[in-house]
């Protein structure tokens, strides 16, 4: 088979499709995600009517957006997902974990069918042998005999049923289509040209010849497809308030006898008032077409709300209101940019304004303050539009670990808690490979064999639990294993194997972060799914990257636990402003622990090690930003007396600084994109007076006290 995006794009000359590819991508991909979230919570002993119909709407939505672009290899596979699942919510079929399986597998398929026609590339999927399972299912089983033909039959998008359907045959009817009321008349004449086009759905011929006062344009159409099939089609290109389906009665130029005519003792009023099949709220009797009465529920296609519209509600929206506005990310940055400059334009007036006179200057002054409020309010809101739900994370390990448990043969449950703790769509981005091998490691290397966990007393069924929450300005985000917990033992044995320098008199924290080390693994045997001695490392590396620190508290025979804590955003954040001769430099707030003047003869210097400050008989290194930076310097008596305490990656170091200038929230500009990697540093921003400050990196700070 060809490349289909050229040929969804040439399905109609009238009609340019591509400008709705990206919402059919974006929708096909949420509706999968949906349906694997369904089937993996799908009961199969007592499944639920509501979830089998939710799992068919979903497929049922793909395959019309994709009959609609001509994208056949979705539309077949989605076809035939459709026929058993309308099998299963008819209860015709018992359903299975093997029918669950091939669902799931055929989700995959999909998706990288969609990923394909999205221009991402990769080979033809090969779907055969999911296709002859699924018809397998169909055929055989416990089904019973069914008295009508399977509902959407006659509408299957694949290419060998693309014959002209302009016979009237068995199941077919007549119907009125109007459009409308439309601005651009010409607009509906090319839905017609699209309909033409995809031969399968009918034949469709105007009743009015195009001349319309009203601004309504009306249609015959001859189809064996239900209501919700056509519909599906015109509500993607128009709004579905402006589409209404009806039986066609005599009286349009029909003369007695004429192929496909409307019989004469048809009734020519509508007792469905423009309701559409299976609609809800539909009037008794009002079923005046011949659709199959398995469409027992509203699908969900391409556009979101299906609510009918009688006449009679004109004036009142027509849809249900849209809850969420899709915006590229572009946009959202370029705003967060503008906001960020405001930010700093608010901060630069409230400066130069401390020196005026708030008694002559009374009404400028309680401007400022209002705009300093509102400024932090805009941020803030902006800022929120960036965030997004841990859900959006945890939603992809319960079909993952799915697989991973069946592979090594182990039965586990995945429980969160906290999917509603929002989190900045960038680290969101890269926290997930993070958590997802954090998850995979607990899996095989946690939990235990079923029947080990019994030996041991333990129920055979293992548990995983993710957690996310706020503490403070941060996020932690726990990863917990009721398994076999790490044992000290065999990592010190291990950790000496590898060089690493591991004595008795380690604390249990210390021993645990061991696992940290590059190339260290307590895997017995190499699997493909971790064993590598590539991983723990790589996870705290990138976790570390974006300012955030991990955490391992363990028991041994109980389980474990991974603390991951992470910067709510990496946009903005509160720092703390540090003068060290003419510069000044920022601190982030969730570093800082504390600050106290120091004298000169408290520090102490140690052979070899450099110097160091004692501290509630503590002793921790002392860094001089002087010297790291090279500031020069012109009040020559000068003496540094203030130390600021900074924690990073497990260690504290001393800061030696002339004075603390005060505490902001400052914009974070990346210094790399903009210059060039400054070591010691991770950003800058603009001061209020317009200066540049650079953003310290402390776990940078702490990691040169050790070397």
Same mark, same amino acid.
């Given at each position: 088979?060809? &490349? ?30 949906? =349906? ?9 002993? $007592? +499944? ?30 989605? #076809? ?25 597998? $055929? ?46 039959? +006659? ?9 002209? +359907? ?16 439309? &601005? ?38 001859? *189809? ?12 993607? #290109? ?30 020519? !009023? ?54 969420? %506005? ?50 932090? @309010? ?24 799915? &697989? ?11 429980? !969160? ?88 008199? =380690? ?14 693994? *307590? ?50 954040? @509160?720092? =703390? ?24 003869? *408290? ?57 603390? %200038? ?46």
């Amino acid at each position: 088979m060809g &490349d289909m995006t050229s040929e969804g794009a040439s399905i109609s000359a009238g009609i340019d499709l591509s400008q709705f590819y990206q919402v059919f991508f974006e929708e096909a991909g949420e509706n999968l995600d949906n =349906m694997e979230q369904l089937l993996l919570n799908v009961n199969v002993e $007592s +499944a639920d009517d509501e979830e089998l119909n939710a799992i068919f709407r979903c497929a049922h939505s793909i395959k019309g957006g994709a009959a609609t672009f001509g994208f056949s290899d979705v539309a077949e596979l989605t #076809h035939q997902m459709e026929t058993l699942l309308d099998k299963l919510r008819r209860h015709e079929l018992q359903p299975n974990s093997a029918m669950v399986d091939v669902l799931l597998q $055929s989700g995959d398929a999909l998706r990288a069918q969609l990923g394909r026609h999205q221009g991402s590339g990769g080979d033809v999927v090969d779907t055969t042998d999911l296709l002859v399972s699924i018809k397998s299912f169909v055929e055989g089983g416990n089904a019973a005999p069914s008295p009508s033909p399977a509902p959407k039959a +006659a509408a299957a998008p694949a290419p060998a049923a693309a014959a002209p +359907a302009a016979a009237a045959g068995p199941g077919t009817r007549l119907l009125e289509l109007q459009v409308g009321p439309l &601005d651009d008349l010409s607009l509906a004449d090319n839905l017609v040209e699209l309909f033409k086009e995809i031969t399968d759905l009918g034949t469709i011929e105007p009743l009015d010849a195009g001349q319309s006062s009203d601004g309504m344009r009306r249609f015959k159409i001859l *189809t064996s497809s239900t209501d919700n099939d056509l519909l599906d089609l015109f509500t993607f #290109h128009v709004a579905r308030e402006q589409v209404k389906l009806m039986p066609l009665g005599t009286g349009f130029g029909f003369y007695e006898g004429a192929p496909g005519a409307p019989p004469a003792e048809a009734p020519s !009023t509508d007792p469905g008032y423009g309701f559409f099949d299976d609609a809800p709220g539909v009037p008794a009797g009002a079923a005046v077409t011949a659709a199959p009465a398995a469409e027992a529920a509203p699908a969900a296609a391409i556009v979101p709300t299906r609510a009918a519209t009688p006449a009679k509600t004109e004036g009142k929206p027509a849809a249900m209101d849209q809850t969420t %506005l899709r915006v590229s990310i572009e946009k959202v940055d370029q705003l967060i940019n503008l906001v960020g400059e405001l930010v700093i334009t608010q901060a630069m007036l409230a400066q130069n304004s401390r020196e005026l006179d708030p008694a002559l200057y009374q009404q400028l002054t309680s401007g400022l303050a209002d705009l300093e409020r509102n400024t932090r @309010d805009l941020q803030e809101s902006v800022m929120s539009i960036r965030m997004i739900p841990m859900s959006t994370v945890f939603n992809r390990f319960p079909r993952m670990l799915r &697989d991973l448990a069946a592979k090594l043969g182990k039965k586990v449950e995945l429980v !969160t808690q906290g999917e509603a703790t929002e989190l900045d769509k960038s680290l969101v981005e890269k926290i997930t490979d993070p958590l997802t091998h954090l998850v995979r490691n607990s899996c095989d290397h946690g939990i235990e064999m079923p029947e080990d966990r019994v030996a041991r007393g333990k129920s055979e069924q293992g548990t995983i639990t993710l957690v996310a929450s706020h503490q403070g300005g941060s996020i932690v985000i726990e990863v917990r294993d009721d398994g076999r917990g790490l044992n000290r033992e065999k990592l010190i044995k291990k950790a000496r194997e590898k060089g690493i320098d591991a004595p008795d008199s =380690m604390t249990d924290a210390e021993c645990w972060s061991l696992i940290f080390a590059p190339g260290f693994s *307590t895997a017995d045997v190499v699997t493909d799914v971790s064993g590598r001695g590539v991983g723990m490392d790589v996870v705290k590396k990138n976790i570390t990257s974006l300012g955030g620190t991990v955490e391992i508290d363990s028991a041994e025979g109980y389980g474990m636990k991974v603390s991951v804590r992470l910067p709510l955003t990496l946009a903005i954040m @509160d720092g =703390m402003s540090v003068g060290v001769g003419e510069e000044c430099y920022i601190l982030p707030l969730s570093s800082v622990v504390e600050s106290f003047q120091v004298q000169s003869n *408290t520090i102490k210097t140690v052979a070899g090690s450099g110097r160091v400050v004692e501290v509630r008989d503590e002793y921790m290194p002392v860094i001089e930003l002087e010297k790291v930076f090279e500031v020069p310097r012109f009040d020559f008596e000068h003496v540094s007396s203030i130390m600021v305490v900074v924690e990073a990656e497990g260690g504290r170091v001393a800061l030696l600084v002339d004075e603390l %200038l005060g505490q902001q929230q400052v914009v974070v500009k990346n210094l790399e994109a903009n210059y060039r990697k400054v070591n010691d540093v991770s950003g800058a921003t603009i001061m209020g007076d317009g200066r540049v400050a650079l953003i310290l990196d402390v776990g940078s700070l702490v990691r040169r006290s050790r070397h």
